[in-house]
């Protein structure tokens, strides 16, 4: 889907809202009456007849004006998540089954797009890299895929796809950046990464942060999945969280490393904060 530009004549603030499924045409058109009636900017407008609260619409005004100055990574990227390109690698192959099993679970697609926390037992579960595969996966079938790195104290991503480590969901959530920095990655359509960044702040502290919510929701209307790479388990309880933001949760254990009780404790910790987990998966020693 190609986002207007915001130095188009026809990127007026209904036509964006339309655009990312906030408003529909019709809601947009009455908005557009009633503040022409009332002196109103349209933003104003759409708040006063209640089609969108005043946190959604900035959200989301921010979100597509990051869209549209999209930044691309390095072309020189990890060869690990973009092998999954191939459509003949092994790993592309399992990672499509559980794509596949996410996609019948979550009911996509839909319009309103579904979040889901990717956390691993451990930081060698492997957690970070079946979030990157997967999103490579759902952005190969022509979804709009956010992988957002939520590990703001061990970031992976920006490793696995050599993005730039300036700028980022650290940096936001703090209130540095007055947008997300969101990646593209050359030679994978429909994917865009927003990578963890830095903050002195604690990863608890950040995703407490009321700026977590108004990007999940505002995300939700411009993309189709949004898959956040969560801090691991054995770490703390921060990725808690990060799960109940997105109301689903995939647990990744590594095979032969993770115990069980550790997934029956993360079972039972997602059960109590009322966060769906909607599967789990175990990656080999080689993965």
Known sequence: ??????????????????????????QAQEAADYAESAGLRFGEAAVALGMIDQD????????????SRTATASAAANPLPVALSTAASAHAADCRVLRNQLALRLKLPRSNAPAVAIVGAADDAGGSTVAAHLAISFAGVGY???????????PRQQELFHLTSEGGLANYLEGGAASPLLLSVPGIDHLTVLPAGSSLVSAGDLFLRTHLHRLVNAAQLMFDIIL???????RGREYLL????????????????????????????CAEAGIAMIGATMVGRNV
């Open 56 to 67: 959604t619409l900035r959200e989301t005004l921010n979100l597509h004006f990051a869209l």
């Open 228 to 234: 956040i790479d969560a801090p691991p388990a054995a």
């Open 144 to 154: 709009r895929t956010l992988l957002i790195d939520g590990d703001v104290e061990h």
């Open 242 to 269: 990060l799960a109940a933001e997105c109301g689903n949760a995939l647990i990744v254990t590594r095979e032969g490393l993770t115990e069980r009780r550790a997934v029956r404790a993360m079972a039972a910790e």
């Open 1 to 26: 889907m190609n986002f207007p530009r915001p130095n188009s004549p026809t990127d007026r603030v209904g036509d964006i809202l339309v655009t990312h499924r906030a408003l529909t045409q019709a």
